[in-house]
Every structure is written in C-alpha cells, then in structure tokens.
C-alpha cells in the first residue's frame, strides 16, 4: 500500500488520544462517519492497532507516529500499521521501515530537501507551527509538488493555509482530546472533527 492509498482521498490524519478502549471505539465510529480514517497513535500505544483493526476493518487506515529510532520502527511494524512516521530523518529509518510507507520529519528547507532525498513517502513538516503561518507558502513554494504533511498544533484556519499552499495533508496535533473521547454523547467530538474535514 502506498501513501496515497493510505490517505484514501483524506488530507487530515488524527493522532488518536489516550482513551479508554471502548471509549477509543465510539468515538472511532464519529470520526469514520465525519471522513476522518486516517489515524495514528504513538509507539508506547502501538498495541491499540491490533483492537481497532479489529472493528474498524479496511474502513480506517492506522499509523504509528512519534517513532525515534530504528528499533522503534521494527517494532511498530509488528503491529501492522499501514504508515509509519518519525519527526526525524534518517536512512536507517527509512531501511527499518521496509515495505510500510514510512513519514520523515523536518523543519528547514534543508531537512526537508533530506527527508525527501532518503526516499520517505512523504515528509512533515514538524512543528509546523513554530515558524508562524507565512511559512506555509514560503516552504511549499520552495518544494512543488512534494508530498508535505503539516504536523502541529494547528487550528482549522492554520490547516486551510497548508493545505491551499500545497501540502498533501494535515496533522492537527491535539484536535481530538482525551475529554472529546470520553464525553457520553460524543457531540462536541462530532462538531470538531467537521471542522477538521478537507475536501
């Protein structure tokens, strides 16, 4: 599966918050009928995949993010995600990766232009929002074309401006919390992750 078969025509990818696993389900149920299937959790949760594969099926495509090291990387491929991504970039990472598309990270121009020389499917731009959003046009600009993922804490507008610049996606770290999860009507969940959803 390639990277463009894992975004399945989305642009957001949700990091998924930690939650009770019935909690996680629900919840997962309202992000797939709002069009938001593509999701991640972080190395030391990687365990959670198996359990959502388990409901959600081919409905939703699953990741593992914030991955550090090689190691890390081997091991979260035993969960059988359909992405992996790291903040980082590093040949190492992309050999430990194999077969699964694997996300290398950057900021500057230069770590981008490194990231995507490594052969990663695409590269994010992390944190995205550390530069102010006059970065977005300027970055994109500079790399047309290049599968770029804008990874941060970034509000609907802030994704709007990557987005219309060029990026591939979106990463809004923190757009769904632990509290949108838990909440026993998932109403305030359902309204946020409209306002995440890019046609």
């Known amino acids: 599966m390639d990277l463009a078969q894992v975004l399945a025509g989305g642009r957001t990818i949700i990091e998924l918050p930690e939650a009770d696993t ?9 992000l797939v009928q709002e069009g938001l299937s593509l999701w991640t959790v972080p190395f030391a ?14 409905r939703v495509r699953l990741g593992v993010g ?22 980082f970039a590093s040949a190492e990472l992309v050999d430990a990766a194999g077969p699964v598309p694997i996300v290398l990270g950057g900021l500057t121009p230069t770590e981008v232009a490194r990231a995507l020389l490594l ?7 992390v944190p995205c929002d550390a ?5 977005a046009r300027t970055l994109t600009a500079m790399f047309p074309g290049q599968p770029l993922i804008a990874t941060g804490r970034l509000e609907r507008f802030q994704c709007e401006l990557w987005l219309d610049a060029g990026a591939l996606a979106v990463c809004p770290l ?14 305030d969940l359902r ?3 409209g306002g995440y959803r890019f046609g």
Do not use: I, K, N
Request: charged share 30%.
């Open 174 to 187: 923190g757009a769904v919390s632990s509290g949108d999860v838990s909440d026993p009507d998932l109403t």
């Open 22 to 30: 019935d909690d996680l389900v629900a919840a997962g149920e309202v």
């Open 45 to 58: 949760r990687r365990g959670e995949l198996l359990r959502l594969r388990e409901v959600f099926g081919r």
């Open 119 to 125: 052969g990663a499917a695409a590269v994010q731009v």
């Open 131 to 135: 530069l102010g959003s006059l970065y």
């Open 191 to 193: 309204h946020r992750a």
């Open 66 to 87: 914030d991955l550090r090291s090689p190691d890390e990387v081997g091991y979260a491929r035993g969960a059988e995600p359909d992405v992996l991504l790291s903040p």
